[in-house]
Each structure stands twice: as structure tokens, then as C-alpha cells.
T-cell receptor, first 113, second 113 residues
Framework: DTGVSQDPRHKITKRGQNVTFRCDPI?????LYWYRQTLGQGPEFLTYFQNEAQLEKSRLLSDRFSAERPKGSFSTLEIQRTEQGDSAMYLCASIPPRGSEQYFGPGTRLTVT | GDSVTQMEGPVTLSEEAFLTINCTYTATGYPSLFWYVQYPGEGLQLLLK?????DKGSNKGFEATYRKETTSFHLEKGSVQVSDSAVYFC????????????FGTGTKLQVIP
């Protein structure tokens, strides 16, 4: 058990560019969550997967955001046409089949210039 | 919708002082309640949890009791150490089945020798 991993840890991009983040949950964790955390705030829920199915999306997830979990293992979060307001820490978390505790990854810090 | 309100920081205490961080929540149903901690430069870690009314969660000398009548989950520690310096997040887990977590804004604790 190596924990939830996220890649990259840091990303600097120019406004208007597309970015993609990857999350690898703990093995056999079937539930996966994405959150966004801005400076001085708590994480805010973005979206949830159970296996490969995306079951819930927050209103925070605009049309420029898309998330996938094609084989029910790793997940990607893509942001198209980035805006400065997208600058934040993007966190991934996973839960095992019969658990309730979310295990968080270290996050990807996005800076849009 | 669900929400969590916690006391604003930063909180500065001397080593061995008593700590209380207040947290109240609004939710439908019977959510699980959590305290997460974020040490400098590290990811979110679950500190303790309680899943039903009157449950007491405890870990590393920290305690919190699920009080349904006052919708509160205050964090306490009898004697803080410098190593407890971190940001503490109160959170509730969705009781509707998806178990997404709603976080408070966080309280920064600084413990000075």
C-alpha cells in the first residue's frame, strides 16, 4: 500500500492552455473523489467515481472540466482553456469498498499565469 | 445543503496549553463527522472520526464528541506540543451514500515553545 499518488505535483501553465492531472488511488479502492482547495479554504468536492462510473458532479465543475476513470483504476482530470481562477490545489481521494475514510493524495498545485 | 462552520484562526498557544477548536455543522440525515489535519508541506490526514451521535473520536491525544443536539464536533487536546502546529479541518461525510466530504475552512494552529 503506497498511498494515493498524484502527478504532477506542481503545474504552471499560461491562461488558455489545457492541463491534465492524474490520480492513482490505493489498489482495490473502488471509490475515487476529486476536490479543489484554494488558499485559506477547505477542499471543495468536484466529482465522484465508483469504479469507472462518474456518479456525481459538483456545480463547480464547469464545462471546461472533465474527469475520467476509464478502467476503474487511475483517474484523470482535464481543464481546458485554463483561467487564472483555476489556480488551486487539486486533491484526489479514494475509499475501499466497505470503508468510510477517505485517503487523500498529496495534491497537484496548479498555477495559471 | 450540508455545511461546516469552524472557528477562524490562526490560533496561537504555548506548549502544554489546552486546545479547543469549535466546529458546528448543518446536514440532513445522520452524517459522519471528521477532523482532518494538514501539516506544513503534507497532504490531508484523517485525525479522528465519529459516525453517530454521542460517539467520541480520539487519536494522538485529540478528542471530539459527536453532539447531535447542538450539531457540534469540537476538537480538544489537553496539552499541545510544537509538533501539533498544523491546519485542522472539521468535515462531515454525506449520509446519502456517496460519502463525499464537506469541509470547513480550516483553523491554523501554531504552538510556540
Amino acid at each position: 500500500d503506497t498511498g494515493v499518488s498524484q502527478d504532477p505535483r506542481h503545474k504552471i501553465t499560461k491562461r488558455g492552455q489545457n492541463v491534465t492531472f492524474r490520480c492513482d488511488p490505493i489498489s482495490e479502492h473502488n471509490r475515487l473523489y476529486w476536490y479543489r482547495q484554494t488558499l485559506g479554504q477547505g477542499p471543495e468536492f468536484l466529482t465522484y467515481f465508483q469504479n469507472e462510473a462518474q456518479l456525481e458532479k459538483s456545480r463547480l465543475l464547469s464545462d471546461r472540466f472533465s474527469a475520467e476513470r476509464p478502467k476503474g483504476s487511475f483517474s484523470t482530470l482535464e481543464i481546458q482553456r485554463t483561467e487564472q481562477g483555476d489556480s488551486a490545489m487539486y486533491l484526489c481521494a479514494s475509499i475501499p469498498p466497505r470503508g468510510s475514510e477517505q485517503y487523500f493524495g498529496p495534491g497537484t498545485r496548479l498555477t495559471v499565469t | 445543503g450540508d455545511s461546516v462552520t469552524q472557528m477562524e484562526g490562526p490560533v496561537t498557544l504555548s506548549e502544554e496549553a489546552f486546545l479547543t477548536i469549535n466546529c458546528t455543522y448543518t446536514a440532513t440525515g445522520y452524517p459522519s463527522l471528521f477532523w482532518y489535519v494538514q501539516y506544513p508541506g503534507e497532504g490531508l490526514q484523517l485525525l479522528l472520526k465519529a459516525t453517530k451521535a454521542d460517539d467520541k473520536g480520539s487519536n494522538k491525544g485529540f478528542e471530539a464528541t459527536y453532539r447531535k443536539e447542538t450539531t457540534s464536533f469540537h476538537l480538544e487536546k489537553g496539552s499541545v506540543q510544537v509538533s501539533d502546529s498544523a491546519v485542522y479541518f472539521c468535515a462531515l461525510g454525506d449520509s446519502g451514500g456517496y460519502q463525499k466530504v464537506t469541509f470547513g475552512t480550516g483553523t491554523k494552529l501554531q504552538v510556540i515553545p
